[in-house]
């Protein structure tokens, strides 16, 4: 081979990130060539920039079934996940202590459960068979008084095992009765633009989908949080 060769990247890792979509960079530039104020402030260019960003969340809702009003951005997958179940263990504690994950979830969502066990939470790590699914039967069996969290990832992304989701969720909710725990958090991360994403026929009551997984930006994310929950914010200020 000839030293001045040119040699061509054939990227295969997309499981673990996306290229950034042509169209998504050209109206990337265009937004923050000339939207730039702060959506929080009251003038033209806040509104501006407010309007823009409630567009995006309409967009993201009407793809998944959800209302604007239910869906966080926020600035990675990992960081929704953080959200998802430290913010909703520390924001329903008073219901219970206890939360169930599969064993093989995300390490966003292990390392979360980890840091709750140090908190004093316990966490039950749920096993899955040697094909990677979560038995509807094991977790219901998990299911104590004070459970106020359920977690289990919608398609695994190191080996691609797909849950039974919403047979997981019907099972909870039937479980669950009138009570307002346990709640149910899938990290969906690997399954937008693969598999069915409607949050209603999922039934689940929070959802992380990150930007980087679909061809779009680093460093976004996104929580779809079911209207009358109410995590405990991570970041204030």
Excluded: W
């Excluded at 000339?34 to 407010?50: Q, V």
């Amino acid at each position: 081979m000839s030293k001045n060769t040119i040699l061509k990247t054939i990227y295969l890792d997309h499981a673990a990130t996306t290229p950034l979509s042509p169209l998504v960079y050209k109206a990337m530039v265009s937004i923050e060539a000339s939207i730039y104020g702060n959506p929080s402030s009251m003038h033209r260019e806040g509104r501006r920039a407010f309007d823009i960003l409630k567009q995006a969340r309409l967009e993201v809702a009407t793809v998944i079934g959800a209302k604007v009003k239910e869906i966080i951005f926020t600035g990675s997958g990992t960081e929704s996940d953080n959200l998802a179940i430290i913010g909703i263990a520390h924001a329903y504690k008073k219901y219970g202590r206890h939360i169930i994950v599969s064993a093989i979830e995300h390490k966003a969502v292990l390392a979360s459960a980890h840091k709750l066990e140090s908190e004093g939470f316990e966490v039950t790590y749920l096993p899955v068979a040697k094909d990677g699914l979560v038995s509807i039967k094991d977790c219901v069996a998990a299911v104590r008084p004070d459970t106020i969290l359920i977690s289990i990832m919608y398609a695994n992304n190191e080996i691609g095992t797909i849950e039974p989701i919403t047979g997981l969720t019907a099972a909870i909710k039937k479980l669950r009765g009138d009570n307002i725990t346990p709640l149910f958090h899938t990290d969906a991360c690997q399954a937008v633009g693969l598999l069915p994403i409607a949050v209603s026929k999922l039934g689940v009551d929070l959802m992380t989908i990150n930007s980087s997984k679909i061809y779009g930006p680093k460093g976004i994310g996104l929580l779809y949080v079911k209207n009358g929950i109410y995590p405990e914010p991570l970041i204030v200020g």
